[in-house]
Nanobody, 122 residues
Framework: QVQLVESGGGLVQAGDSLRLSCVAS????????MAWYRQAPGKERESVAL???????NYADSVKGRFTISRDNAKNTLYLQMNTLKPEDTAVYFC????????????????WGQGTLVTVSS
């Protein structure tokens, strides 16, 4: 199984930058896709950015051009570089790791971290 721990959240002003990190442990060689989700008060959890095992990325329209997702497999770490932050980016950010296809020695899973709070003031 896989465990995830996020860090890097905090209180910043609009226009500032933050870099979130997510450290994975356990059966990390089984991870296919990693992603960042966020949930703001009164809203449903939404996908922010995704990166697959080949490095292909996908972003929500609201963060394109401002956020960058990356992964360092040697360090088992996922990153989210957030630039030009806006008040509407305020949310709890969650790290996600999944495996949805069969592979020898790997279970299928959908793992989540505990979340890290990002607050952007205007």
């Amino acid at each position: 199984q896989v465990q995830l721990v996020e860090s890097g959240g905090g209180l910043v002003q609009a226009g500032d930058s933050l870099r979130l990190s997510c450290v994975a442990s356990g059966d990390t060689f089984c991870i296919s896709t990693m992603a960042w989700y966020r949930q703001a008060p009164g809203k449903e959890r939404e996908s922010v950015a995704l990166i697959d095992s080949l490095g292909s990325t996908n972003y929500a329209d609201s963060v394109k051009g401002r956020f960058t997702i990356s992964r360092d497999n040697a360090k088992n770490t996922l990153y989210l570089q957030m630039n030009t932050l806006k008040p509407e980016d305020t949310a709890v950010y969650f790290c996600n790791a999944v495996r949805r296809t069969l592979r020898s020695r790997c279970n299928l899973f959908d793992a989540w971290g505990q979340g890290t709070l990002v607050t952007v003031s205007s």
